[in-house]
């Protein structure tokens, strides 16, 4: 089904040549202009600074409206996804492209949890790490150091390798970041448990000790659930792009998700809800960083403060995802009993942008992660967890591109190309000459 008002023809000249395009059609929003002969055709290559309006694929995997804050997974809106699936079940629909029957989300959650566990030399790799090491760096070290003991499953062609790297990457994820924890706060490492169910066990790896169990608050396993969903996959963002990348070299499953791990990590992308609650922090401690005072600080151009998780690459109106945290942070704060001022703050603030024409005007709104660290402090998670839980969630949609990727025999091997402004050609100096 194809939405017939797109227009199908499309041309480009340069110079005095003129060369006819191809119009790929999208089943909705925005059709794709084919411009892949014109660098052999007009000696001319395109130029799209961080590709903001260029489509480096084509995808069946989500939909984003930025203009109207729609996201729906394989045709499902996030709103339905958040409120009836479980986070497997998303998982589920990102990789193979249909909401599971109950056998097979039954197959599949078996699938996972029998692979929960880390190989016992892992624990010396962590012992490595200090105490002080941020979970990020761990979490994508330890991606690289587990896919050691998969060598079978590297071969990106073969199918079986795909689901046994898949089934081991998203049952193992939440023992890493656990793990990652317990070092942080020098407690026994915890094993994960196959009488609970994926987010009840990695609740309990994170809070528990081997002299208790922790006490899994539903309301906290229903919230993370959500959070989970909420992140599960975004597009072409610039985490999903960097495994599309590398894995377009016929890298590994497990060394592709590393290498977006690292992009996540970045404060304008999945590190932004650290960034949001230390500045919400920063505002609520230091007086003389007052909320009028951040406004105007993330209006100045010359000061490189910015509002963090405010503004989006594509949302020009609200994230749905924003709207759906913001409705459940008020929620989960009086069920698990917790009156966090830095949400009051993050509500003012979310209001005093929204009046202010310099935000109104560049349709900067609340994105996914401006109330989402909010949501995490409440459910007990430190600040510095925050991006790892980001990573666990963004997971499937990871998995789903770099499957997408390599069935698409076009995207293989990513080479850009580049507008060259460097010197033409210099002879050589001897270093006594220069
Ligand atoms: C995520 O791509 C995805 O899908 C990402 C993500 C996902 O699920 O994978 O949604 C997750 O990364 C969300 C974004 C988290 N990052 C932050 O919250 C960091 C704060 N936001 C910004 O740094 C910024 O909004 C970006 C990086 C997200 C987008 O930057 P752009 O593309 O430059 O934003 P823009 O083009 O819309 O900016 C237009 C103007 C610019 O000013 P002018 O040149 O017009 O004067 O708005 C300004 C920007 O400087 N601006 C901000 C701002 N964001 C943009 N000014 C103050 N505070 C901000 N937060």
């Not at 599960?232 to 963002?237: M, S």
């Not at 929204?354 to 996914?368: G, I, K, M, Q, T």
């Not at 969630?393 to 990513?414: S, Y």
Request: hydrophobic share 40%.
């Amino acid at each position: 089904m194809t939405d017939t008002s797109q227009p199908t023809t499309a041309s480009i000249t340069v110079g005095d040549s003129e060369l006819d395009l191809e119009v790929l059609p999208a089943t909705i929003g925005s059709p794709g202009v084919d411009v892949s002969k014109v660098r052999a055709s007009l000696n001319a290559v395109t130029y799209d600074p961080g590709f903001a309006n260029t489509a480096g694929t084509r995808s069946a995997v989500t939909y984003i409206d930025g203009g109207a804050g729609t996201l729906r997974h394989r045709g499902y809106a996030i709103e339905d996804l958040a409120e009836k699936c479980t986070f497997l079940e998303v998982s589920y629909l990102l990789l193979f492209g249909e909401l599971p029957t109950r056998e097979e989300l039954d197959n599949w959650t078996t699938s996972v949890r029998s692979h929960t566990l880390l190989s016992e030399e892992m624990k010396r790799f962590f012992d490595a790490f200090p105490r002080s090491a941020h979970p990020m760096a761990i979490l994508s070290s330890a991606t690289n150091a587990i896919s050691t003991f998969y060598e079978a499953y590297y071969d990106p062609k073969s199918a079986d390798a795909f689901y046994q790297s898949a089934v081991r990457l998203i049952a193992k994820m939440p023992t890493i970041a656990a793990w990652a924890y317990k070092k942080s706060v020098s407690q026994p490492y915890m094993y994960p448990r196959n009488d609970l169910t994926y987010i009840e066990s990695f609740l309990n790896m994170m809070f528990g000790l081997p002299v208790e169990d922790a006490k899994v608050d539903p309301v906290v396993a229903r919230a993370l659930n959500v959070l989970l969903i909420l992140h599960a996959d975004h597009g072409q963002n610039c985490s999903t792009a960097t495994v599309r990348f590398v894995g377009s070299s016929d890298a590994n499953l497990f060394a592709s998700v590393a290498a977006g791990m690292n992009a996540l990590w970045g404060p304008l992308h999945g590190g932004a809800n650290q960034a949001v609650v230390e500045m919400l922090s920063e505002i609520h401690d230091d007086p003389d960083m007052t909320m009028e005072k951040a406004i105007e600080r993330a209006k100045d151009r010359d000061d490189p403060f910015r509002l963090m998780g405010f503004g989006h690459r594509v949302y020009k109106n609200f994230d749905p995802r924003a709207q759906i945290l913001k409705r459940f942070a008020d929620d989960v704060l009086s069920r698990v009993g917790i009156d966090d001022p830095l949400l009051e703050i993050a509500k003012q603030l979310e209001a005093a942008a929204l009046e202010d024409e310099y935000f109104v005007s560049r349709n900067l709104y609340p994105n996914v992660d401006f109330y989402s660290g909010i949501i995490f402090r409440a459910l007990g998670f430190p600040t510095r967890m925050f991006t790892v839980l980001f990573a666990i969630g963004r997971l499937p949609g990871w998995i789903a591109n770099w499957k997408e990727m390599h069935d698409d025999p076009a995207t293989r091997i990513a080479r850009p190309r580049q507008i060259y402004e460097g010197p033409i050609l210099r002879d050589y100096l001897p270093i006594t000459e220069r």
